[in-house]
């Protein structure tokens, strides 16, 4: 399986993304902002960090970089492209994926762990994955996903979300939601379900003596849905 | 504008330094000689009060492999790795401008370590704030972790253990300093030491503004009631561009066409350009208007004064400029040819064709002031005696939760979770710790690095003090299973000017030398920050020691949490019930008298060395310092993140329970064990002659004191971990 993982100015979870990947088998490569062509690939990641200093907005600039006229046209065309923190902040100011990420709701980064339930499974990313619930990482200052009326009931009739911050027994309340995401959305799809972006951040969970261990069982579990 | 004595003191020179600069140029400098005289010869830059005594630091090891007087230290990890390390202080400009302040501070130390060719792996660092009840205090403390945060973060650069301290002391100055940690290869670390003539002389970063111009001189002074007004000196961060930066600065560093390269810090062209003729031996030639500035009509004053951020020199090979800025295009950086270097010995200045100033490089280093400031010796406090009435009527839950909650030993988590302390995927142990830890990428070997201080001591005795840090700083390390190899220093004192605050100074330093020595721990960087001062009101001397160690492999590292039930729990070392200068006296008892713990050096070596044994044997299931509060506030600490209970029999001492538990007597350690392995552990410990107590076993979810009294550890977990949530939320 190929994968490629964008590098932007700002960009700092690109090699960790790269390590983890390589991890659980991807043939990686890091492709530069500026280049126009996307290599060959099965998977198109947008790693977290702040793409042009998150300056005006985070993820703006960065959604009008060269390549990413490349990573639409292959989102598109039913590519799978990944966008963690940053990167979904990328993907939201695109359009490939709908609503808004604001700014937390305590107006404080947050780094810690958090659960997040799979609200579908119905998809190549979390086809066949056993649990329920995912420990996961966030590591952010914006990620208070926001969108109108009209799109949350959109999303949820198509299904659109991907995961919810809960508990540990996937109870999805208030006092989990550690950003005030709507609904305590942490990922969503396009309608298609090619394109996920999501805050957590899996590559930081691939080693028991990291945070844990659940973003291996995501990895792992991606590649052989792509197979 | 004519210069004169009274320009030269508004500039923060005295009468005595502006007549020796009249005379070393035998003529009257210009307005730009005079500044960049000013920034020199500073107290920051130049080092004129301490630098007499900080020659008495022992600085040298097997593992040294850079001591002080480069960008930072560099320490040998073996497997031709190093780690470059280093801790300064911002304190005035944080106290000015709380985000800009901290932010540039984390900037400003992540630039020295990855001028030298590492590439920073993690970042420390330690936060004083006046009293919870100052009305500044909120504020400043929210700003200054945005401020760390927000430039750390947006670097991709974890940060992974902090100390914050409050005290009314630092009421008026507070104190912010900023520790990071980098990785290089021994073979491609990069020195500021200038070499060849006419080579090219490169600019390279940000472009220069008028933000931060004599940022370093407001640094060398006192505050009064007008310091908002200084509120310009301070600089402004872009960790986006620094971002960049680095990693175009690595890039260049990976080919071979570097000769020289130093960041641009305090005193920015100034002392950049200064230091690296100087070092080299050598002058330097610079025309002014190839410097790439971002406003209009800049005077060559203001280009060699401003402290604008995020910007580097280079002395680069001839012929490897073309290359050298393909890789600065790419990263959208500047990369201007502004001078090179020349035989002169001379510093040589020019603007629209005009030589505007003409120094020669050793009137500014070598030459600058030093003196040997007036100072008065402390003498040791006398040993209060408690008084069985004073303590009769309290209770040891009561005053453990007091403790728990105090703002000196409260969970930082509120701070800690701000800070990226994941990215890099190499975190091993996280904030909350004794240190934090990172793997060496790819490796089995993994870091330890830890920051500590203990003002209340060093202010009580500071000779005590200064050696009580180091140790603090060595058992921490060890509590994580690292062996302590070099630190650094932050020395944060008040006005060298005042014989006290001298004396609290040329102490705390011996004693760091004493203790650094004796545990062959040597100094291999570090900061000085006189002038915490506001009126006549210094700080309590501060000096904060950064800790650097090795584990050889990451899986052998220790935490602090309790492991499992039954588990045996003991205390290294031996308990005197030293109670004077304990945050039991000084907040429960309301005693502010006495002299700290002594420190005994032997045993400090000895305990922490056989400690190192235990862990190397896989005889220790989890570890933890005795530090603020005693043994039972480190207890409670250890159930607290273990989430498990302890029975505790207090050993059958002559001291009394509240003696036992709360004395902050130095060189302990507690140590949790398997029972089936207490004689192989006795064993060691006896051999060593090393004291120990069997404290309590290890139980579900309760805390039980001699059978009589208990309580549940979610009660100590909410004390700990509610003030500063609940402070910085009202």
Redesign the interface.
């Known amino acids: 399986m190929k994968s490629s993982v964008i590098t932007f ?2 960009s ?2 690109d ?2 993304m790269d ?2 990947l390589k991890k659980f088998g991807f043939k990686n490569k890091m492709v530069w902002h500026a280049d126009t062509e996307l290599p060959k690939s099965d998977l198109v990641v947008l790693p ?3 793409s ?4 005006l907005r985070c993820g703006s600039m960065a959604s009008k970089s060269k390549i990413m006229k490349s990573v639409i046209n292959f989102a598109n065309s039913g590519g799978m492209v990944m966008g963690i923190c940053n990167g979904f902040q990328i993907l939201v100011e695109t359009g490939l994926v709908p609503g808004v990420l604001l700014r937390n709701k305590y107006l ?5 762990n958090v659960f997040v339930k799979i609200n579908d499974k119905k998809n190549k990313y979390f086809k066949n994955v056993d649990n329920e619930v995912l420990e996961f ?1 966030i ?1 952010h ?1 914006e990620g208070n996903y926001f969108c109108t009326n009209d799109q949350l009931k959109e999303i949820e009739d198509n299904n659109q979300i991907a995961i919810n911050y809960c508990d540990e027994n996937g109870k999805i309340e208030d006092q989990f939601n550690p950003n005030g995401s709507i609904n305590n959305i942490a990922g969503i799809f396009n309608k298609e379900k090619n394109v996920l972006g999501m805050m957590p ?1 899996p ?2 969970m ?2 028991t ?3 844990g261990e659940d973003g291996s069982l995501f990895f792992k579990n991606l590649i052989n849905n792509l197979k | 504008m004519i210069v004169n004595e009274q320009v030269a003191v508004d500039h923060g020179l005295n009468k005595d330094e502006y007549a020796k600069i009249c005379d070393l140029l035998n003529r009257t400098p210009n307005i730009t000689e005079l500044g960049i005289f000013s920034a020199m010869w500073n107290e920051h830059c130049s080092y004129k009060s301490s630098r007499l005594h900080l020659k008495k630091l022992p600085t040298k090891g097997k593992k040294v492999i850079q001591g002080p007087g480069e960008n930072a230290g560099v320490i040998d990890i073996e497997d031709n790795d190093a780690i470059v390390f280093k801790i300064e202080s911002h304190n005035h400009p944080s106290f000015i401008e709380p985000y800009q302040g901290a932010a540039t501070g984390v900037g400003g130390i992540m630039r020295d370590v990855f001028t030298m060719g590492a590439r920073p792996i993690a970042n420390l660092n330690s936060i004083h704030f006046g009293s919870p009840q100052h009305k500044k205090t909120k504020n400043l403390l929210r700003g200054v972790v ?1 401020g760390i ?2 430039y750390g ?4 650069v974890p940060t992974i253990a902090g100390q914050t301290s409050f005290d009314s002391s630092y009421n008026g100055n507070i104190l912010v300093n900023a520790m990071t940690l980098g990785l290089v290869k021994k073979n491609k670390i990069f020195y500021s030491k200038a070499a060849g003539l006419n080579k090219p002389v490169i600019y390279v970063g940000s472009k220069t503004g008028r933000d931060g111009i004599h940022g370093a001189s407001m640094a060398s002074a006192s505050f009064d009631e007008k310091i908002e007004e200084k509120k310009p000196t301070v600089q402004v961060g ?4 620094e ?2 930066l680095l990693e175009a600065c690595l890039e260049l560093m990976a080919g071979d066409s570097i000769i020289a390269i130093q960041d641009m810090g305090a005193a920015g062209l100034t002392s950049s350009s200064i230091e690296m003729a100087s070092k080299g031996n050598l002058g330097i030639e610079i025309n002014l208007n190839k410097v790439p500035c971002r406003e209009t009509k800049m005077t060559p004053y203001e280009i060699m004064l401003s402290e604008s951020q995020e910007r580097m020199l280079i002395v680069l090979e001839n012929g490897k400029e073309e290359q050298a800025k393909k890789i600065f295009d790419k ?2 950086l500047d990369f201007a040819v502004i001078g090179k270097t020349t035989k002169s010995k001379r510093i040589e200045l020019y603007f629209n064709q005009e030589k505007v100033a003409d120094i020669p490089v050793n009137t500014l280093v070598e030459k600058s002031p030093m003196y040997d400031r007036k100072w008065k010796k402390a003498k040791l406090p006398k040993k209060n005696k408690i008084k069985k009435e004073d303590i009769k009527h309290l209770k040891i839950i009561d005053v453990l939760k007091k403790i728990l909650a105090n703002p000196n030993v409260c969970s930082k988590e509120w701070i ?13 142990q996280k904030p909350g710790g004794d240190a934090g830890v990172i ?1 060496i990428h790819g490796t089995d070997k993994a870091v330890a690095a830890s920051v500590d201080s203990s003002a209340v001591y060093c202010w009580a005795h500071p000779l005590t003090g200064g050696k009580q840090v180091v140790c603090e700083s060595f058992r921490n390390l060890i509590s994580v299973g690292a062996k302590p190899i070099a630190i650094t220093n932050c020395l944060n004192f008040g006005s060298p000017e005042n014989d006290e605050n001298m004396g609290e100074f040329v102490e705390c330093v011996q004693g760091i030398g004493e203790a650094s020595d004796y545990l062959k721990f040597p100094v291999v960087s570090g900061n000085v920050s006189f002038y915490n001062q506001t009126k006549d009101q210094g700080i309590k001397p501060t000096p904060a020691i950064g800790g650097v160690g090795l584990i050889k492999d ?2 052998n590292m220790i935490t602090m949490d309790f492991k499992e039930v039954n588990n045996l729990v003991l205390v290294i070392g031996k308990t005197e019930g030293h109670i004077d200068q304990s945050l039991f006296a000084r907040n429960i008892l309301d005693e502010k008298n006495g002299p700290p713990p002594e420190i005994n050096l032997f045993n400090e070596k000895n305990n922490g060395e056989t400690v190192l044994k235990l862990i190397d044997n896989k005889l220790i299931k989890s570890s933890h310092d005795v530090s603020l509060g005693g043994i039972i506030t480190a207890v409670a600490k250890m159930c607290i993140k273990g989430k498990k209970g302890i029975n505790i029999k207090k050993p059958k001492y002559l001291i009394n329970e509240m003696e036992y538990l709360f004395s902050e007597d130095q060189g302990r350690y507690i140590i949790e064990i398997n029972k089936k392995d207490f004689k192989k552990v006795a064993d060691i410990l006896n051999k060593n002659a090393v004291h120990f107590d069997e404290l309590g076993t290890i139980s579900e979810n309760e805390l039980y004191i001699n059978d009589k009294t208990k309580v549940t550890i979610d009660e100590l977990s909410t004390s700990n971990k509610s003030w500063l949530r609940n402070y910085m939320s009202k």
Request: with cysteine; charged share 25%; glycine share 12%.
């Open positions: 100015p700002g700092n979870c090699r960790d390590v983890a977290g960090g702040f042009y200093g998150d300056y404080e980064f947050i780094c810690k990482h590591a200052n951040h590559e930081r691939i080693d003596s990291l945070s | 945005h945060g927000g973060n947006c670097m991709g872009d960790p986006f561009t971002k960049l990263w959208n800690w979770q701000q800070y990226d302390h994941t990215v890099m995927g190499d975190t091993i793997r990451y899986k």
